[in-house]
């Protein structure tokens, strides 16, 4: 299946933002477009841009806002930016328990 950024409409693998294919992109949780570097989340069937509040929780996650500076300034292997994604992805929903 695959998902549009809704800011420059670069269309993405969802199983490939995750690296592991066994396991599914869950509602909440949060990619970066490998093409723009827009913070993105997945909502039920695809990836909306951030709420207000969360543009706040993320804009003071160094971890996100060094992985987006990463992807904006140099050319990365699209599976090294995956990695990186998922444990963040667990690293946030650890703190959120
Ligand atoms: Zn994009």
Redesign the pocket.
Known sequence: MLIE?P??L?EMDRHAHLGDPSKQPRTGDVTV?I??A?ILVFDTVDVREPTEEEAIEFASDNGLQILRSVIVKLSVNPASVETVLRVWNDRRKARHR
């Open positions: 950024c800011r420059c670069h477009c093409r723009c827009a």
